[in-house]
Every structure is written in structure tokens, then in C-alpha cells.
């Protein structure tokens, strides 16, 4: 029988990421802070979510909102202060609510001291934090490899003759985690933060951290269209997902067992095939590298079934699995799947195995927004327009209430409110016995309560284009999960004499104590969990 005490905390939990700018901003200055996720803690424990993860708070000129630090110690006064930062901590804790923070190893701002020291002279201290280089013989950038933001990833500079690195941002240079000096700094940066008792960090784009130290040229993607993203033109074969970032991460690893039951997130694009690697040789590596697999796939269930299998069969012994859907890099799921289908991957999301991690907003079917060209803020939309990059639409405040700029702010916010938002809010969601709201607070709830949906084995049904059905377990209970992915109502026949049981949740919450034997029958973008009965 499975023990659901014998796992961690961070295996039974649901991670709830918030972007602090458009959560909940308390003093009406437009943008979100951290006294406003503390205000809105008691949603999040109605919710029924087990820790928050919160985008980067600290100090920081803003070119890429956060993601370019100039202090790794403090909060950024628009935010708060670190006794707010506190005061949440303590808050969210007596909620026994976890809270995971974002660290930012790959880059510093270009204002943070150690670059200001860096590129000040080649004679400085910290010249070989980050990547200098001469220029190549023509006088140009030391080779060919590109930013992710648009444009050649090597910036000159004029006072001491060379150029620098960026993989994002030229404000955003890459430190060189090769040098021990600045292994030590960031290892000193966790301590501080964990020592303040965070619970763990997701650890932003750790594939990067290492970079080819001879510097080779990356090689061209011959699959390239015109019209992708530029970036996509090479491969990144020595610029990301290089041998040595594992002895990198065994080190921040190091740090974190340190201290008793934290838990490092690794940010990780890539392949399953490679994706698995970053969790390390037992006890080394990511406890939970980002598996982003579901949001790219073909939302059928042919596609969905293949990459859990594969997922599943390429986990090593102490792997453990984890979904994501949505994030504040990718299109939102109702934008992307359709109202509907955002309840199917509701339940999807839920009842894996695995650790889920859900977005902000995804619970009240939030969707992309349209953001006026005079409005846009993303660096990357401004850098490399007109390809439909942008991230603005997906950071859009929440909705919490039907009033102006929908509860989330006494004035007009740093991106304006989804224009939907009168009619998709958290006040009315939750009164609606019937929003996708109270959909995804009873699937929390039912997986909270059966280890077999939370912890327990999985084992894949035979799948079709239009349906995916799994079975979850722990000890004698036993639950099927049958999903309909299409817009058509669908019959499912399963050989098994077993399955046979009572509905105990639908999508459309109202098919609850409904008998099958065998066979089910599913309407147009319907899922439902079925209790197993002998």
C-alpha cells in the first residue's frame, strides 16, 4: 500500500506561481507587492495550493522586470521591504503554506556592482565574473552566438576594448559560473535566502549556467524557417545544456541539503531525453526539473499518452515526475486549448502523477489579453516584433473582483486588465458552483484527500485521438480518469471486467454517484473521475 507519509512535502504539494507585479498592488502605485500576495494568502489556502513560488522581487532597473538583479539580497523598493518580505513569510507559514522564490544565477543587471566592477578595467577583481572576449578578426563579435532577446549575444565595450556576453539583454551580461569566486557568491546568495527560511528555489533557465570555454561557433539549425524566432536559426549545442552545468548544480544542490527539507526548481527547455538528466545522480541534481512537455504538444490523446510514457520510462530511480501547463512565458491554457478544454486540462493536471504546477489566473480561466502597441512593456516583443513573442499578454493583472481595474488596483495598472474581467473574477468564480473556479478547488480537494490521486502509481489505458484514460492507485483504491479532448461526444469500451465503478467528479459537476461498467460515455470536452468498486 502506498504511504503517503513516507513522501515529501513537495511530491503531495501544488506549486502556485505568482508574478508579484499583477497579483494584488496595496499601495496604488499600479503594480503588485508583496504586502498584496500576503493580503490575498487566505485565497490561496481556500484554493487549497501547498506553497507559492514568486517571480524575482528584488532589486532591479527593471529592463527585464526582475529578471536583471543589481542587489540578490533585497527587495526592490516597489515591492517592499525585506520586513514585508518577512512578515509574508511568516504569514504564508502559519497558512502552512511553503514559499519558493526565484533565483537568478545565469545573469546580473548590467548595474549590479559586480559587472559595474567587471567591466570597469581588465584588471578588476571581478573581471572574470563574467565572459569577456576579444573582438573576432574582423572586429566584430568573437563568434556567431545569438541572444534569445534578438541580435548578436556580445555587446562591446568601448573602455576596455572587448565585448561581453548576454544571453538575454545587453543589460543582462552572464555571469561565468566557471570561475569558483562566483560559484561561492551565488552559493552565499542561497544561505541568505534560506537562512530567512524560504522553503526553496526555482532556479531561472539553469541550463545556461555553462557556456563552451573554447567558444566554438553554434552550429546552424537546418529545420529553420524564415519568419521563426531569429534565435531558433542556430543550434544552442555550446551555449546551453553544457557536461559541466551538472557539477554546477551539484553544487547549488549541496547548499540546499544544508538545510533540512528544501527544494531547488530547475527552469530546463529541453527534450525529455535531456530534460531527465537535470535530475542528477541521486541526490545531486534538480529535485524537480521543469517539465514543460504538455504545454507544447498536440492537445490530442495520442500525443498527450506518448509523451507520458516516454516521460515516465526516462525518469531515473529517483525521479520524481512533475507537469506544468502554464507559466508567465507561454500563452495561457483557455487562450490556447479554448474555455472548454481548459476544464479537461484542469483535470489532467491534477490527477498525473506528480507535482503540478499551476499559474495565476489559469484557476479562473484567464486568457491571453490584447495589450495596445503603446502599452507594450517586454523587451523581447519590442526587440524582435511583429512574431507574436511577447509575453505582456500572459502578465496581465488578476481578476479578483468586478470593480474597477478588476480589485487588483486603486488605479490604472502597470498592464491593463483583460477586458473580461466583470464577468471572469475570483468573487463571482467562487460563488459559482459551476466556474472552472470551483472546478479546479474540487479537484485540489479530491486529490488532497486520496493518495491515490496524489501519490499514488500510474498506469496508462489504451488512448485515441479523442480520449485519454488512466488509472491512478494506492492500495485497494483505485480511480479511472477518462478525458474527451475533442469537441464530439464520445463512447469509451474498456476491456478490463475491473472498471467498473461511480463517477465521483465531471467537468461539468453534476454527474456525481452516475454507475459504469465497462463502458462510459463521455460529452463534447468532458473528463471525469471514476472510484473503482469490485
Known sequence: ?????????????????????????????????????????????????????????????????????????????????????????????????????????????????????????????????????????????????????????????????????????????????????VQEAMHNVMRFWLDRGVDGFRVDVIWHLVKDDRFRDNPPNRAYKPGEWPYKKLLATYTTDRPEVHDIIAGMRAVIDEYEDRLMIGEIYLPIERLVTYYGVAGDGCHLPFNFQLIS?????????????????????????????????????????????????????????????????????????????????????RNVPGLGLGRDPVRTPMQWNDSPHAGFSQVSPWLPVASDYRQRNVAGAQTDPYSLLSLYRALIGLRQTEPALNVGTFRRLEATTEVFSYIRQAGPRCFLIALNLSGKPAKVTYAESSIRGIICLSTCLDRDEERFDKQIELRPDEGIIGLLTN
Not at 23 to 43: E, H, Q, R, S, W
Request: hydrophobic share 40%.
Open 297 to 381: 504538444i498536440s492537445w490530442n490523446g495520442l500525443a498527450i499518452g506518448s509523451t507520458i510514457d516516454a516521460y515516465e520510462a526516462a525518469l531515473p530511480p529517483h525521479g520524481w515526475p512533475n507537469w506544468v501547463l502554464g507559466n508567465h512565458d507561454k500563452s495561457r491554457i483557455a487562450t490556447r486549448l479554448g474555455a472548454k478544454q481548459a476544464r479537461v486540462a484542469a483535470m489532467l493536471l491534477l490527477t498525473l502523477r506528480g507535482t503540478p504546477t499551476l499559474y495565476y489566473g489559469d484557476e479562473l480561466g484567464m486568457e491571453d489579453a490584447a495589450i495596445p502597441p503603446e502599452m507594450l512593456k517586454d523587451p523581447w516583443e
Open 1 to 181: 500500500m502506498t504511504d503517503a507519509t513516507s513522501f515529501r512535502w513537495w511530491q503531495q504539494g501544488i506549486i502556485y506561481q505568482i508574478y508579484p507585479r499583477s497579483f494584488c498592488d496595496t499601495n496604488a502605485d499600479g503594480v503588485g507587492d508583496l504586502p498584496g500576495i500576503l493580503k490575498k494568502l487566505d485565497y490561496l489556502k481556500w484554493l487549497g495550493v501547498h506553497a507559492v513560488w514568486i517571480s524575482p522581487v528584488y532589486p532591479s532597473p527593471m529592463a527585464d522586470f526582475g529578471y536583471d538583479i543589481s542587489d540578490y539580497t533585497n527587495i526592490d523598493s516597489v515591492f517592499g521591504t525585506l520586513q514585508d518580505f518577512d512578515r509574508l513569510l511568516d504569514a504564508a507559514h502559519d497558512r502552512g503554506i511553503k514559499v519558493i522564490v526565484d533565483l537568478v544565477p545565469n545573469h546580473t543587471s548590467h548595474l549590479h556592482p559586480w559587472f559595474v566592477s567587471s567591466r570597469s578595467s581588465r584588471r578588476s577583481p571581478k573581471r572574470n565574473w563574467y565572459i569577456w572576449r576579444d573582438p573576432g578578426p574582423d572586429g566584430g563579435p568573437p563568434n556567431n552566438w545569438l541572444s534569445n532577446f534578438g541580435g548578436s549575444a556580445w555587446t562591446f565595450d568601448a573602455l576596455t576594448g572587448q565585448y561581453y556576453y548576454h544571453a538575454y539583454l545587453a543589460a543582462q551580461p552572464d555571469l561565468n559560473w566557471r570561475h569558483k569566486d
